[in-house]
């Protein structure tokens, strides 16, 4: 036995000049490189993916089979593909972490891809949402959502209601051309009709023009993918300065677009507004109260929101990973375990796809009201245990 392994059998000792505790010895401990935009417009995503793993920790304890899980947080700084690649190599290269975890925006998922590939590390999405990448990597596992898992519902609850004519806005990028796809081939397989379709920049996004355009359209109602934050008060502001509701163009969005981390800033405008996706705060569950509490141990005075839930999830089957493996990780049988593991989250119960590493889960049909005095996404309509309808 040498004397890293010593140290990792828990023996307090001195050899060969290298000095190890049972606290400090990188042997008794699982890294965890956490890659997310901490700065930037970007960054209520950093501040949500990690409070929610920290709440996990809280509640789970920051020990498990014998070794103490350290995460190691670095900012992304926003979608930056080349940040995210260099930091995923660093994390590997500098830092020797077990895991990459994290990864709020598609592009910077994609980029870190290759990186965990070569170095056969496994990397856990918490919300990056477009399908396509969990093929990039076999060490690829995601507990978050895909946009068409999502949207595909809101398509045949908006045909079941009665709607036929709908214009779409989405982002200019991957998981707005998932949403925009999803809902126009749900939508016009049960023949509903799509009049117009919009793509609008992920950065700096100047709404009121695109809107305007909407509204000369006259669809009955408009269909929205925007990301979660800052993007979306931009667009609910427009939307209201435009008059687009009162010209009678119902709101129907994925749950991004009415994020529970600022929902209620965005005031009475939302009211009434329909959306799809997985996770509410409000969701009534015993593993939601547990999950609320721990939460406000860390942040008292934010909600938490859909990110923050694919944190402390993608903490849960991290441990699970651990315990498994009694601590010594390895990444084919790290991804093994990962594959079909199943757990009760606060949203719901879930499933990590055998197959595909993708997650199946309820998506739930909610509509923006007024609980207590506060505004939630309260929901009524489930549909269960959904795939990613491309997979
Ligand atoms: C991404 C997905 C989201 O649902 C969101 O709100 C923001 C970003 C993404 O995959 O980039």
Redo the contacts with the bound molecule.
Sequence with gaps: MNAIARCAAGVVTVALGLVCSLASAAGDTIKVGVLAPMSGTFASYGQQITTGAKAFMKRNGDTVAGKKVELIIRDTTGPAPDVAKRLAQELIVQDDVDFIVGF???PNALAAAPVVTEAKKPMIIM????SIITTKSPYIARVSFT?AQVTEPMAQWAYKTGLRKVYTAVADY??GFDAEAAFKNGFTKLGGEIVGSVRIPLKNPEFGPFLQRIKDAKPQALFVFV??GEPAIGFMKAYTERGLASAGIKLITTG?VLDDGVIEAMGDDVLGVISTHHYSVAHDSPENAAFRASYAQINATQRPNFMAVGAYDGMAVLYEVVRKLNGNIDGDKAMQILRGLNLTSPRGPIQIDAETRDIVQNVYVREAKKVGGKIYNVEFETFPAVKDPGK
């Design positions: 709020g925006l598609t919300n990056a949402a477009t946009l991957g998981p990301p979660a991004d």
